[in-house]
């Protein structure tokens, strides 16, 4: 199985695939088949198949229903945006400090889930996103708007900065325990080594059992079940959160 670690991003824990040069992580065993990638020219059509399922994007917000091609385009050349830049700020870091040690970055390259096949190919199989804090639980607009630029306005690093995840996995792979394993590997070999990430936060339907108890197994704790207005409804939300104290 390909894999190996490039001298560009040895120092942030990536493997490097060496046919494409592509940068990666790595599941550990027994998922060491699957790998998350940043996004590459083409994944609009996975995310418009993936985010088009009633089955997926029914449990999301804010995903809009129906999803486009429109939206995946959007979704892709935003994601690919943010990824290029984080990896070339990454190139830079090693340039300039070539001691190896590694230095903080605002976000994670990587976000798409894939599952590596016996010849090398792969299958693209979920999606995770981690960005700046989403305030849901913030219900007065003004407010919100306010702590979300407060926590925009904090340095790459600051420890107080509040991160937020999304994550999705084609149903086919349910039950499996993949997502499971994806997000502790993102927090534990990315947002906190290389973000010096230290309070997460995700929000689930509360109807969506299963993203809850994962994110139990990953040290996560509800904190409050809020009341949101979703697509015209009135539902039930739940606030999770992880700090480090808590892991």
């Known amino acids: 199985m390909f894999g190996q670690t490039g001298s560009e991003y040895s120092a942030l824990g990536l493997q490097i695939n060496p046919l494409t040069d592509e940068p990666f992580l790595r599941l550990a065993s027994p998922h060491e088949n699957i790998i998350i990638t940043p996004p590459r020219v083409g994944d609009d059509e996975h995310l418009f198949t993936l985010f088009s399922d009633i089955r997926i994007a029914a ?58 096949q016996n010849d090398g190919t792969d299958i693209f199989i979920g999606y995770i996103t981690v960005h ?76 969506n059992i299963g993203s809850e108890r994962l994110l139990q197994k990953n040290g996560f704790v509800r904190v409050a079940v809020l009341e949101k207005v979703v697509r015209g409804e009135k539902i039930k939300v739940n606030h999770m959160e992880w700090r480090t104290q808590n892991a």
């Open 59 to 116: 449990w999301l917000y804010p995903i809009p229903i129906p999803f486009t091609w429109a939206h995946a385009r959007a979704m892709l050349r935003e994601a690919k945006n943010e990824a290029d830049a984080l990896l070339s700020e990454i190139r830079r870091l090693n340039a300039e400090h070539p001691d190896g040690h590694p230095r903080f970055v605002g976000g994670c390259p990587v976000r798409c889930i894939r599952e590596v």
């Open 132 to 207: 700046r804090g989403v305030y849901a639980d913030v219900l007065d607009e003004t407010e919100c708007q306010i702590v979300t630029e407060e926590n925009n306005r904090r340095t790459v690093g600051d420890p107080s900065i509040r991160w937020s995840i999304r994550f999705v996995l084609l149903p086919s792979y349910h039950g499996q325990g993949i997502m499971t394993a994806v997000i502790s590997r993102v927090v534990h070999a990315w947002i906190v080594p290389r973000m010096n990430g230290q309070y997460i936060v995700a929000f689930t339907f509360a109807g």
